[in-house]
Every structure is written in C-alpha cells, then in structure tokens.
C-alpha cells in the first residue's frame, strides 16, 4: 500500500491512465483487507460465544447435554447481559446529566440479544449441537482460538429443534413400552 502511494505522489495528472490504474489496485486490496477483515470479526466472535458455552459445561462430562441443559444453557447465554443493562439503568437513574450516560453501549446490547433471540426463535443460531457427544467432544478438544473455529460443524439450533429432541425420547420410550406389552 505504501509503495501504491509512493507511485500515486509521482504521478503528473490526476485524470491519467496511469493515476486511474493505480486508484484501481488501491481500491481493489482495500476491499481485499475488508473482507479478510469481516472474516476474522466473524470467527472472533463464534469463538466468544463457543467459550462461553464451553465455560458453562462442568469439567469432564462425558455425556452429552440433554435438550432440557442445553435449552437452559442458551437461556442463560441470552441473559448474561442482564446484570450489566441494570448497571446501566441504575447509573441513568441517579442525577440529571447521566441520562445518557453509556446509551450506545446498552442499544448495542440490546440489538444484539434481540437479533441472537430472534435467529434462535426462528431458523436457529449457529452453535455446535451439545446434545451429539461427537459434537461435545470437539468442543472439548477445541484449543480455544478463532482460527480454528472455522474447522468445527456448526449447527443452526432453534427452540423448535430443541422441542423435538425432547419429544424424541418420549416417543420411543412408548414404543418401547408397547413392544414388551406385546
């Protein structure tokens, strides 16, 4: 990029061919870095919610979560801004000039948690399925690093798969019951 500027100063006219090809390759590794950029924004992120997950199951489980723990669980990973937005009231509450006092943080916040609830209520969130012990396993075998991230088998988990896995059990249990009955 700094060689692109060098050769930019040079340059005799700002409408030349010359000045409009190096524009060009200038914009060109721009958006090039841009990406690369959201790629990395992106992984960073899957590995915060994917150590909070982690951070959440207790040491040296074996079995995977049942759909009950693991519906808990992302109710509680949707609330864990909770404490910090009552911070935030508490401090707008007391005086007069703090009523705006960190209002961009408590928006993000709030849009935040109400796009991952509406991903999660609609389609799913992109999440390793905890209740598949393969899945719990490479969660446990993860290192911890966003770059690494992209090698696991992400999910999409809604509320409406998480009922069906519950109703699974059930379902075969009394086809189990009716088969020793007969």
């Not at 500027?5 to 061919?17: A, I």
């Not at 401090?91 to 209002?103: D, F, L, V």
């Not at 969660?139 to 009922?163: E, I, P, T």
Request: charged content about 30%; aromatic content about 4%; proline content about 2%.
């Amino acid at each position: 990029m700094t060689n692109l500027r060098k050769e930019l100063e040079k340059c005799k006219h700002p409408n030349s061919r010359k000045t409009k090809a190096l524009g060009k390759k200038a914009r060109r590794q721009n958006n090039k870095h841009k990406g690369r950029l959201g790629h990395a924004i992106k992984s960073n992120i899957m590995g915060e919610k994917l150590s909070w997950f982690l951070g959440q199951i207790e040491e040296g489980r074996t079995t995977p979560l049942t759909p009950q723990e693991f519906e808990d669980m992302i109710t509680l990973y949707l609330q864990r801004f909770d404490e910090e937005l009552a911070q935030i009231a508490l401090k707008q509450s007391i005086g007069k000039n703090r009523a705006n006092q960190h209002a961009a943080r408590q928006d993000v916040i709030k849009i935040t948690l109400e796009r991952e609830r509406n991903e999660y209520e609609s389609g799913g969130m992109e999440i390793l399925n905890l209740c598949d012990a393969e899945k719990l396993k490479m969660l446990f075998d993860w290192d911890g690093s966003a770059l690494s991230v992209q090698h696991l088998k992400l999910d999409l988990v809604s509320q409406n798969m998480l009922r069906r896995l519950k109703q699974q059990p059930t379902t075969s249990s009394k086809a189990a019951e009716e088969m020793e009955t007969a």
